[in-house]
């Protein structure tokens, strides 16, 4: 399978644990996103990175979310010190250069978590 | 920054019906306006798009509507089928950089 990967599929931890998932986009795509999806809304953008920068953040975004892209490959979201209302859907999807406006988004099957 | 808003959150029609979704975004400058199917447990999917400088756009049973003046833009379903049972988000986006989206709409065909 070539489209983006994602891991864990699913991560149930306790309150106040940290927790990281990986996202492999497709290999060509220099443009990488996370979103947050939860039951029944849209996705809600978390962050992006084109290559290895980090380029924006979400102004919601707690400072107990980090995201990197060490190599401008793969990208990993922690989150520390995990709260009840940090359950949900976490996408990641990947795009060209130019962005989904230049080419089509593709998500990831999402890595869930549940925060008990 | 971009707001999209998206109505209706459900939607239920018959088998061979047309359904409608309709949204309005809030920034002028948004030029690219795609549309996800996310059925249940699955990943969202790009089913169609349209840019700024295009009214409209159809892709055999579906087709989206843009009205730059009043910043909304629809999706028409036609004759529908029970396979279109899913989750459609619309989005928008400005400058390049990230997709802004809607609230979702939840499609039933019955059959």
């Known amino acids: 399978d070539t489209g983006v990967s994602q891991n864990p599929r699913h991560k149930i931890t306790k309150r106040g644990q940290n927790v990281t998932f990986r996202c492999d986009p497709i290999?060509?795509?220099?443009?990488l996103y996370w979103y947050r999806q939860t039951l029944g809304q849209g996705p809600e953008f978390l962050t992006y990175?084109?290559?290895?920068?980090?380029?924006?953040k979400s102004r919601l975004l707690s400072d107990r979310f980090s995201a990197e892209r060490p190599k401008g490959s793969f990208s990993t979201l922690e989150i520390q010190r995990t709260e009840q209302g940090d359950s949900a859907m976490y996408l990641c999807?990947?795009?060209?250069?130019?962005?989904?406006?230049?080419?089509?988004?593709?998500f990831g099957e999402g890595s869930r978590l549940t925060v008990l | 920054g971009e707001n999209v808003e998206q109505h209706p959150s459900t939607l239920s029609v018959q088998e061979g019906d047309s359904a409608v979704i309709k949204c309005t975004y809030s920034?002028?400058?948004?030029?690219?306006f795609p549309w996800y199917k996310q059925e249940l447990g699955k990943r969202p999917q790009l089913i169609i798009d349209?840019?700024?400088?295009?009214g409209e756009k159809k892709d055999q049973r579906i087709a989206v509507t843009l009205n730059k003046t009043a910043k909304h833009f629809s999706l028409h379903i036609t004759e529908t089928q029970p396979e279109d049972s899913a989750v459609y988000f619309c989005?928008?986006?400005?400058?390049?950089?990230?997709?802004?989206f809607g609230g979702g709409t939840r499609v039933l065909v019955k059959p």
């Open positions: 920034d002028s400058a948004s030029n690219y």
């Open positions: 989005a928008a986006i400005a400058a390049g950089n990230k997709l802004t």
């Open positions: 999807a990947s795009s060209l250069a130019g962005g989904p406006s230049t080419g089509e988004l593709f």
């Open positions: 290999s060509e795509h220099n443009r």
């Open positions: 349209i840019r700024s400088n295009v």
């Open positions: 990175f084109q290559n290895e920068a980090q380029l924006e």
